[in-house]
């Protein structure tokens, strides 16, 4: 689908661009359509791109895939948001990197919400025991929730994780000072199940496959 027909169907939603194993010369094209935020799952892969399209002046990149802590130091202060934030030592390793480099960093908290085994992401219960030790960590702004959501048949089955998720944020946006943390974003919603993600109040949604089409494999 073109770019502006997903952007009108995603208004207010912010439509992220994922550009995982895609070449950098297809996110330029889309660049130039006026898409600014693109999203990256692999460390290495993303600060490759950053460098190839680093004539693009207000290009924004996030990171979306999961994260070593060890590869911390190589992510503080590079991405506008980091959405995979999905554990508290995680958490601890990106705010000990941005006091290193004294630089602040964006991030989300990734909620794994039917507890499955294959993906990452906070246990609702953990998140709300670490979150006030999370919220005392130096130099990182937690901007809100994420999450993957089990893979359905029907978009519409995915609707009571995307409700869940949102009800959890105005729980913690209830104990939090939101001068530090502001507690606003919503990313959830891919390809698949985006148009439900919006209607149940994202305010990013990750599309990768119908943006781009279809990935190239991963090697
Ligand atoms: C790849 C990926 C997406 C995009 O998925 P599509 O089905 O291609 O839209 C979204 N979120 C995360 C975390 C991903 O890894």
């Known amino acids: 689908m073109n770019l502006a027909d997903i952007q009108k169907q995603c208004s207010p939603g912010q439509v992220l661009a994922v550009s995982k194993l895609q070449p950098a010369e297809k996110i330029r094209s889309l660049y130039q359509q006026g898409q600014r935020h693109f999203g990256e799952n692999y460390v290495q892969e993303a600060l490759d791109k950053m460098e190839a399209l680093s004539d693009l002046p207000d290009i924004a990149w996030h990171l979306i895939g999961h994260l070593q802590k060890n590869k911390a130091k190589y ?84 609707r009571p994780y995307f409700r869940e998720l949102s009800d959890l944020l105005q729980i913690l946006r209830a104990q939090t000072n939101q001068s530090i943390h502001p507690l606003t974003e919503l990313s959830m919603g891919t390809s698949h199940d985006y148009q439900v993600a919006v209607a149940e109040g994202a305010t990013i949604v990750r599309l990768g496959t119908i943006l781009f089409g279809e990935r190239p494999p991963k090697m």
Do not use: R, Y
């Open 75 to 158: 992510v503080a202060g590079k991405f506008s948001l980091i959405h995979s934030v999905d554990s508290l030592d995680l958490a601890k390793a990106i705010s000990q990197q941005c006091q290193k480099k004294n630089v602040d960093q964006n991030i989300l908290i990734q909620v794994n919400l039917a507890k499955e085994e294959t993906k990452s992401g906070f246990d609702k219960d953990q998140l709300i025991k670490d979150w006030p030790e999370l919220v005392l960590l130096p130099q990182i702004h937690i901007f809100g929730l994420m999450t993957m959501p089990p893979l359905t048949e029907t978009p519409d089955e995915v």
